[in-house]
């Protein structure tokens, strides 16, 4: 429950939005999600729906120029990230909160070995000296399933896989209380991804550091989280349980979701997909911005959504969100 | 137009020992060593793998786009590794590709109409581009695009728009083949649903063939009548598709299969967790190369090469200890 002890981080009524030459893109409009200690939280979602940016504002990495916060709070600890000053927030990104990227060839120094790149980490946060740091930094590698020996070598020396293993043990050299994984397996072959995903699920437990997953995958999601928030045009439209949202999705938008994925596990003769496109984050609706793609649509969807809240905290922005959950559960949906 | 139905019992296309290796410092990089199946009408071969397995070569290699080193590759019988170049060209209408990135296949200097009006003039169907317009705007509304993005540049379109110009272009000739390179991999997921289903429709409504090359085992059983497993360049098992799920056999199938997320929270999934990555292609030893990294290697399974047996009708394999019903422990 938002302002609990248990929680670590409480995202409320984020608005962010970035100048451009075209005009003023509306990347965030309304995110509040709460992060318990010690769970995962997938945050998905389709390209343009919010979810990095969001990341990036609890990062405090927004581009300067052009990303601008135009309301809300990021309570860290009770702490608000988003008026906290630039050395404090220095200092606390990497040591408290840190970050794994999607893409582990960009996230390295192509010019520094591996192991230093680990105690670089270390260094900048802790005051130990450089052979404890290389140390710890050697230690680091064979958690996350590397020789110590590698740690003399270079970015371009090691796989895909084996780099994005390098970026983790850099994200969690300081043991963070909150790890931001914004599509860190979505690089990767499928069974180098099944590697990555049950190291990040083994560390987590032994580190004791919670974690937001940033994906658009919905599998891996019920492969790692305990809570899911489904992400839409800025806003989370749909929040829960990992079986509440997947054994009975109740925005459509989340509904279209499931039925536009083949899966292995069961026979699809035909996807049923989301007819449309995303609205354009430069004009977007007044009301709900599914409701033009919606199927259940109606004139009272051109009004703001407020999130309904289903019960045992499913929540869903979607005025119709309780009427389709009883017909479905009626056997009329 | 389109030719006159040939004998059924034909494959569409057929590739028979297909070989295709390159030169690089370290020595012959074995891309595809030795692959063969056969395509019926109307059907779409599923191959599937992961990055470095040679799937884009099988495909590169059975169009002529990088001829192979060895092997032949059936065209209505015709072995087209033959064919003078000019013979080539005129097939090469019949036989067309989509590619993953519907932005780098464009050009993104001509417009939507020229985009698609273009293979029509190459091939000297029209003499001006100006003269295609009733084709144009016909394999538009196939593929689903509305007349007004006609005249648009590939950058004003979104990736599913963009990816459904690359299929009309595709179609302007009247394939009867297409090899669909991750056609959907680019794609946000409610858009890839959107081109599988045009996929889908347009292959029954013309009876189009297809391979489809994907890294997706969940897309790849969906869409494909049949499926090929590849590794380091070779096809490890092939199957009808619903009999490769029933009973996939070979240990890198069992992985690759384990290892897809699924949605579906209540599905008991088998878990095999591969230990280390896909080796080097370069000149590789004898025998399997998935050994390194399998959980049930033995000392027989490398040293040499194994003959991919049948297992059951139409259900290939080429693993040592396929019959053993091993288990992870």
Same mark, same amino acid.
């Given at each position: 429950? @938002? ?81 906290? @000053? ?68 270079? @970015? ?178 | ?10 494959? $569409? ?47 590169? &290699? ?33 036989? +067309?590709?989509?590619? +993953? ?61 963009? +990816? ?35 996929? +889908? ?6 009876? $189009?063939?297809? $391979? ?72 590789? $030893? ?24 049948? &297992? ?18």
């Amino acid at each position: 429950m @938002p302002g609990s002890t248990d929680t670590l981080l409480d995202a409320r009524d984020l608005i962010i939005s970035y100048d451009t030459d075209n005009g003023v893109a509306r990347a965030v409009n309304g995110v509040s999600f709460t992060l318990r200690r010690g769970e995962t939280l997938g945050l998905v979602g389709e390209t343009g729906a919010g979810k990095t940016t969001t990341a990036l504002a609890i990062m405090g990495l927004l581009p300067e120029e052009t990303g601008r916060v135009e309301g809300g709070s990021v309570l860290f600890e009770g702490e608000d990230l988003l008026t906290l @000053p630039r050395e404090p927030m220095r200092r606390k990104r990497g040591q408290d909160i840190s970050m794994v990227f999607q893409d582990p060839m960009t996230a390295l120094n192509p010019v520094m070995n591996v192991g230093e790149q680990i105690a670089e980490a270390l260094r900048s946060h802790q005051s130990i000296s450089v052979s404890a740091a290389n140390a710890r930094a050697g230690d680091m590698l064979e958690m996350v399933g590397i020789p110590r020996g590698r740690a003399v070598e270079y @970015p371009h020396q090691f796989s895909g896989g084996m780099k994005q293993r390098v970026v983790i043990a850099i994200a969690l050299v300081c043991r963070p209380k909150l790890l931001i994984a914004d599509e860190p397996t979505t690089a990767l072959d499928v069974t180098i991804q099944a590697q990555v995903l049950e190291l990040i699920a083994r560390l987590k437990t032994e580190i004791d550091t919670s974690m937001l997953l940033i994906t658009h995958d919905l599998g891996v999601v019920a492969r790692t989280c305990q809570r899911v928030a489904i992400m839409y045009s800025g806003r989370v439209i749909e929040m829960g349980t990992i079986e509440q949202v997947f054994d009975d999705p109740l925005h459509p938008y989340t509904h279209g979701l499931f039925g536009s994925i083949p899966d292995i596990t069961r026979e699809t003769r035909r996807l049923t997909p989301i007819d449309g496109l995303m609205p354009d984050p430069f004009s977007l609706p007044e009301g709900c911005a599914f409701a033009a793609r919606c199927r259940h649509a109606l004139p009272g969807c051109c009004k703001p959504q407020s999130e309904v809240d289903l019960g045992g905290g499913h929540m869903a922005a979607c005025w119709r969100a309780a009427d389709i959950k009883a017909r479905r559960a009626g056997g009329g949906l | 137009m389109r030719d006159a139905p040939s004998n059924p019992s034909i494959p $569409l296309i057929e590739a028979r020992g297909l070989k295709k290796y390159f030169d690089t410092p370290a020595g012959k990089l074995h891309a595809v060593d030795g692959v063969s199946f056969a395509i019926r009408r109307g059907q779409t071969l599923g191959v599937v793998g992961e990055s470095g397995c040679g799937k884009t070569t099988v495909g590169r &290699a059975l169009l002529m786009l990088q001829p192979p080193t060895d092997g032949q590759i059936l065209f209505k019988g015709v072995d087209i590794t033959r064919l003078p170049q000019r013979e080539l060209k005129g097939l090469r209408a019949k036989l +067309q590709i989509i590619f +993953q990135d519907p932005f780098s296949s464009l050009n993104p200097r001509m417009t939507v109409y020229e985009a698609i009006a273009h293979p029509l003039i190459i091939h000297g169907i029209y003499r001006a581009s100006a003269r295609a317009e009733g084709r144009v705007l016909k394999l538009m509304e196939m593929v689903g695009l509305t007349r007004r993005v006609v005249n648009t540049y590939p950058h004003e379109l979104d990736g599913g728009r963009r +990816q459904r110009v690359v299929i009309a272009r595709a179609l302007a000739l009247e394939p009867e083949f297409i090899v669909c390179d991750e056609p959907v991999s680019a794609l946000d997921v409610s858009i890839q649903a959107q081109i599988l289903n045009l996929l +889908q429709d347009l292959q029954e409504a013309i009876g $189009l063939t297809y $391979l489809f090359i994907t890294h997706n085992l969940a897309v790849v059983k969906h869409f494909s009548t049949e499926i090929a497993v590849m590794y380091l360049g070779q096809v490890v098992e092939s199957a009808p598709t619903a009999a490769l799920f029933r009973n996939p056999l070979h240990p890198y199938t069992r992985a690759l299969i384990s290892a897809i997320p699924t949605v579906n929270i209540h599905a008991k999934q088998e878990r095999i967790l591969l230990r280390g990555e896909i080796a080097s292609p370069v000149n590789p $030893l004898p025998g399997c190369r998935f050994a390194k990294r399998c959980v049930f290697a033995a000392p027989r399974c490398v040293g040499r090469d194994l003959p991919a047996e049948e &297992a059951e009708p139409g259900h290939r394999v080429a693993c040592a200890r396929w019959r053993e019903n091993l288990t992870p422990t």
